[in-house]
């Protein structure tokens, strides 16, 4: 195969499987940093759970620390959550949908090799 150059049905193949990888990438690094988030976000609500509602919190906005309730800070906590909850799912149903096709791209591409007498070993 050194000597012989890929018919150009299976080069569109292999540039479709590859910009599907690299979606599938990028859509897999976002739920990542998602799910870690959440985990932030719910380390911080277990952890306010033990802290007295009269207990002085700070949060930091940008680069100023400001005084907050509790009860503000958790609902704000609990917001978020559910937005990471949200986009978390969007993700791993994203995911679900780039395997699904690119397993079938896959079996696209070893079709359209052995149609031409090639085979990835």
């Known amino acids: 195969m050194s000597e012989k150059t890929l018919p150009p049905e299976v080069q569109q193949l292999l540039i479709q499987y590859q910009t599907l990888r ?22 911080v609500m277990d952890t306010l759970k033990n802290v007295d509602d009269s207990t002085e919190l700070y949060k930091v906005v940008g ?22 909850v949200v986009k978390r799912d969007k993700y791993r149903k994203q995911l679900e949908f780039l395997n699904k096709q690119v ?15 090639l085979s990835i070993e």
Do not use: F, W, Y
């Not at 680069?63 to 907050?68: G, Q």
């Not at 503000?72 to 917001?79: F, G, P, Q, R, T």
């Open 22 to 43: 690299e979606h599938q990438a990028r859509i897999d690094a976002e739920l990542k940093m998602v799910e870690a988030e959440l985990s932030d976000v719910e380390n």
């Open 103 to 117: 397993n079938e791209l896959e079996g696209r591409i070893k079709e359209a090799l052995s149609k031409h007498g």
């Open 63 to 84: 680069h100023v620390i400001v005084k907050k309730s509790k009860a503000d800070i958790v609902k704000e906590l609990e917001e978020r959550k559910e937005l990471l």
